[in-house]
């Protein structure tokens, strides 16, 4: 079993920049892929980023390429996301997500994190 639980949510201006952490814990051997997702309101899930066990393997959804940069620091156990350029329509709750194949579907990703909420305001 794996837990996530992700962390640096909160509420910023738009153009401003967030930072989100995912640790995983417990047993971490499930973690080849990683993945960050969100959800707003009355709205569907979409994917965000991934990565792959050694960050050879990163993909971004177009609406956060340029802008969004998904890292893993494998010592620490743990997933970023850094967030930059952001807009209004990145407001969310973001969840982080691990697996075994890096890939766009949240089929893919076994475990999952509680969410932490980005706010953009405008």
């Known amino acids: 079993q794996v837990q996530l639980v992700e962390s640096g949510g909160g509420l910023v201006q738009a153009g401003g920049s967030l930072r989100l952490s995912c640790a995983a814990s417990?047993?971490?051997?499930?973690?080849?892929?990683m993945g960050w997702f969100r959800q707003a309101p009355g709205k569907e899930r979409e994917f965000v980023a991934a990565i792959g066990w050694s960050a050879d393997i990163t993909t971004y959804a177009s609406s956060v390429k340029g802008r969004f940069t998904i890292s893993r620091d494998n010592a620490k156990s743990t997933v970023y996301l850094q967030m930059n350029s952001l807009k209004p329509e990145d407001t969310a709750t973001y969840y982080c997500?691990?697996?075994?194949?890096?890939?766009?579907?949240?089929?893919?990703?076994?475990?999952w994190g509680q969410g932490t909420q980005v706010t953009v305001s405008s």
């Open positions: 417990g047993r971490t051997l499930s973690t080849s892929a």
């Open positions: 997500a691990a697996g075994r194949l890096v890939l766009t579907t949240a089929s893919a990703f076994d475990s």
